[in-house]
């Protein structure tokens, strides 16, 4: 059982009241340079809806950037205008079969993984069919992974099944999924781990409301998901519900409100009624008839917001993202902490580049005052927030600090340079934790990470290398990593 059958009727009857809507594919998260060049376009006010909800629709996009007049537009926002065309034209070919495929291998693969995608193995192998029409889509993958991290060696990743009805996108899903504005992390929901099985409700066209009592909240978007975690955990089978609103009130500020919950699995309350309290928020032990038996599930929740205002023309950012691991008084509390700033610009009439330095902070409270051994953790499902062992939130797993700043620098030819660098403190709690995902000792981090893809006739290759340092606090030793990857995919 997925999802309790009258709560899917429910959901699926409201989708119908809506007029018919483009299908067309979704972009899944992953494409840094896709991302860099949609958040131009949106920060140009050429896009009109919210952007950091991962995956996007194609439709909306599409419909904005079609009448938009490059030779009114800065340079690096007409060379991002023509990339997103061109990249569109490919992925929203109606009623044809399209292929994909894709190769990598990787020497030590990287543990925290930021928006970009890198090989998850040391071999991989993939292949992919695609075909959409106005009211269905199916995009079909499977890859051979050889993988330290996981035992899975044949996979369906980056799949989809769906069906448009109104203005809403029903799908069967193992998409790549990221909420948020953060570029090296999501509090949340990132993919960092692998994306879990789901049915997902999205919607489609981001039009603001027509009421005069919402028109307010401008553009907006909306996703749930319900989703299937792995046997091999302390609560075997558990699920997984996430929801997410998102909107842009005026064209520089977005809003999203995010929420997310394990719960069910082996030897659980799983029935209509403990989703019911899972919802409204009457799971906390010792509310009204809720014990350690019945308790309805593990929720996380908060705010998070990106603001460009362009201050004196200058295309500078902020952002942030504070996520509560609790509850109190009916809203969040002990939150973990996101912030950060990030910038773009164009060099020499050829490149357009965008920077981003941003803080995260996994400990509960982490504004305040340090609650160690409660972010991503809890009693009931003591897995904690993993799926298939890695967090689904921020790659950093609990009770971190880290500093993280990245660099993307593209030119006409799609030809990338990209960098991050990270800084900071894992699992700052002291004492032994074998259930953390990273380090089960405290550790400080110093690492950089500079890769290069360029397109040719036959694909897109993509090289990368990586430098870590990590000083181990309990045993006083410094071990250094280095990795290495290099991966082909078919093009565009």
């Known amino acids: 059982m997925l999802f309790p059958a009258q709560i899917r009727l429910a959901l699926l009857l409201a989708c119908f009241s809506f007029a018919n809507a483009l299908a067309g594919p979704y972009i899944p998260a992953g494409d840094l340079l896709l991302r860099h060049d949609i958040q131009l376009l949106a920060d140009a006010g050429v896009i009109k809806g919210p952007t950091t909800t991962w995956p996007l629709a194609w439709g909306p996009i599409l419909e904005d950037i079609r009448d938009a007049d490059a030779l009114n537009l800065k340079p690096a926002v007409s060379d991002a205008l023509l990339r997103v065309r061109n990249r569109a034209s490919w992925e929203t070919r109606s009623k044809e079969l399209t292929y994909a495929a894709k190769a990598g291998v990787a020497d030590n693969a990287t543990r925290i993984r930021s928006f970009q995608n890198t090989p998850r193995g040391k071999i991989e192998l993939g292949a992919g069919i695609s075909w959409i029409d106005d009211w269905f889509s199916v995009e079909l993958n499977v890859q051979g992974v050889d993988s330290d991290q996981d035992d899975d060696e044949l996979r369906a990743d980056d799949s989809l099944i769906g069906v448009v009805v109104g203005n809403w996108s029903v799908a069967a899903s193992t998409q790549q999924r990221w909420w948020g504005p953060g570029w090296d992390g999501s509090l949340i929901l990132s993919n960092n781990t692998r994306p879990i099985p789901s049915l997902t409700i999205d919607r489609i066209f981001t039009d603001a409301f027509e009421t005069r009592w919402l028109s307010w909240l401008g553009p907006w978007d909306f996703s749930v998901m319900f989703g299937q975690l792995e046997r091999e955990r302390a609560v075997p089978n558990a699920q997984f519900f996430g929801m997410r609103f998102n909107f842009r009130p005026i064209p520089s500020l977005e809003v999203g409100l995010s929420r997310s919950a394990q719960w069910c699995g082996e030897n659980r309350p799983c029935d209509a009624g403990t989703f019911v309290d899972l919802f409204l928020g009457r799971d906390n032990i010792g509310d009204a008839g809720v014990g350690a038996d019945n308790e309805p599930g593990n929720q996380m929740a908060g705010v998070d917001f990106r603001w ?64 160690f051994n409660c972010g991503y953790r809890q009693s009931i499902y003591r897995s904690g927030y993993t799926f298939r062992g890695r967090i689904i939130g921020h790659g950093a797993d609990n009770d971190a600090r880290l500093v993280s700043v990245g660099w993307i620098m593209v030119d006409e030819q799609d030809s990338q340079w990209r960098a991050l660098m990270r800084f900071g403190d894992l699992n700052r709690a002291g004492a032994v934790d074998a259930t953390h995902t990273l380090t089960a000792t405290p550790q400080e981090l110093a690492g950089i990470d500079i890769s290069h893809s360029r397109v040719f006739s036959f694909g897109v290759i993509d090289l990368g290398v990586g430098f870590e340092q990590l000083d181990d606090q309990a045993t006083g030793t410094t071990l250094s990593d280095q990795r290495l990857y290099l991966q082909w995919r078919s093009s565009y």
Do not use: N
């Open 308 to 371: 460009s205002p362009s201050f004196f023309g200058m295309p500078v950012s902020a952002y942030g993202q504070f996520i509560g691991e609790d509850e109190a008084g009916g809203f969040p509390s002990r939150y973990l902490v996101q912030v950060g700033l990030e910038g773009s610009g164009y060099l020499r009439d050829k490149w357009s580049y965008r920077w981003f330095a941003e803080l995260a902070g996994t400990s509960c409270d982490f504004i305040h005052d340090d609650l």
